[in-house]
């Protein structure tokens, strides 16, 4: 297993939100009134249970209380623990999974408020992604533009499941701002449970939820792309973050193989899908999805033709990996140090700043 060289940049690590309560002090009067008087129940991710193994890796797991709300922690097990530079705070609690979408917006200007003074403000090794309300684009663009001053945050965070297919139109307000602002879009694993999480209807369990997040990330780059978000919005980047990375070059086959025989309804796709995404997808490296070795490795990654697309991340504290097997078998020295260091620095030209 190659080792994480010192200054590896971690693009998907996940601090969480305590409770409601952390967030009141940056809500204004009248939601903090609403939520308090209404007894507005806790948020959190529904695909991450706080008990489930995988919401947090043993021995990063507190003994009481949720991983990842404690920043001295972090510092040790994540930053220190890789001996990273920087890393990018996505922060998962459920706001897309509200219903209004002026609490929404409350809601995601509070965490975002929260998130930079209590993270940002506190480790300047940290930056984020800004936490948009979907359910409303002209409100999610509101967001990017009142945030987009403030240069710790780096990213604009959307799931990889909404309402609809994420190409469509409703939702060009986002991917223009964030351009707009040089912002790439981050799209993370996870569902505003609008609809099932499967083609054929609800799953039973949180594994058939877990393992459907594979397809709703190629229904959703397929949609960006036939839906012509990346002809309108050029400079756009899109970074899939714990989507896996080996079902990239089989799906753009696929995608290409019916691109050739109905791209008259698509003329704006005017190339092959698998250059599209070259210039404007990047994958982050964990979960992995591909056999522990060597071999199997170096033959993927002569199918991405592109040493520039995958990066490094830990998705701490979630239970991807044990110790500090952060990075597959199979690589180079040179292409780790693409994954771990080049690449984050291309992708986000924010981070080359000095904060």
């Not at 959190?44 to 920043?71: C, F, H, Q």
């Not at 790439?184 to 694993?189: S, V, W």
Request: proline content about 9%; overall charge negative; some cysteine.
């Amino acid at each position: 297993m190659p080792a994480v060289a010192p200054g590896a940049i971690d693009c998907d690590l996940h601090p969480a939100v305590p409770n409601v309560k952390a967030l009141l002090p940056y809500f204004d009067d009248h939601w903090r009134d609403m939520i308090v008087q209404r007894g507005v129940h806790e948020l959190d991710s529904i695909s991450y249970p706080n008990n489930a193994p995988m919401t947090a890796r043993p021995d990063w797991k507190p003994e009481t209380g949720k991983a990842g709300v404690d920043l001295d922690r972090l510092r040790v097990e994540a930053l220190d623990g890789f001996q990273t530079s920087l890393a990018i705070c996505n922060c998962l609690y459920g706001v897309q999974l509200l219903y209004t979408e002026d609490m929404a917006y409350a809601y995601a200007r509070a965490v975002n408020d929260w998130m930079a003074a209590e993270w940002l403000d506190k480790e300047p090794r940290l930056r984020a992604s800004i936490v948009i309300p979907p359910q409303n684009p002209v409100y999610a663009a509101a967001e990017i533009d009142r945030l987009a001053g403030d240069r710790r945050f780096v990213q604009v965070l959307m799931l990889v499941m909404d309402e609809m297919p994420l190409g469509r139109r409703r939702y060009w307000p986002i991917y223009k701002a964030a351009e707009r602002h040089g912002l790439p879009i981050g799209i993370h694993a996870g569902s505003a449970y609008r609809h099932p999480v499967t083609p054929v209807g609800w799953p039973s369990y949180h594994a058939e939820d877990s393992a459907a997040q594979a397809q709703a990330f190629q229904t959703t780059l397929s949609s960006l792309m036939t839906e012509g978000v990346f002809a309108e919005f050029p400079e756009l980047k899109v970074v899939l973050l714990e989507s896996g990375f080996a079902w990239l070059p089989s799906h753009m086959w696929r995608l290409g193989k019916f691109w050739r025989g109905l791209r008259m309804e698509i003329p704006w796709v005017d190339r092959h899908p698998m250059e599209i995404a070259k210039d404007h997808v990047r994958l982050t490296i964990n979960p992995r999805d591909v056999p522990p070795s060597a071999d199997a490795v170096e033959r993927l990654m002569k199918h991405f033709e592109s040493d520039e697309m995958l990066l490094f991340s830990t998705d701490y504290p979630h239970w991807q990996f044990d110790g500090d097997d952060a990075l597959p078998e199979g690589l180079s020295p040179a292409l780790a140090q693409k994954i771990c260091q080049d690449n984050p620095l291309a992708t986000y030209p924010r981070l080359k700043e000095t904060v």
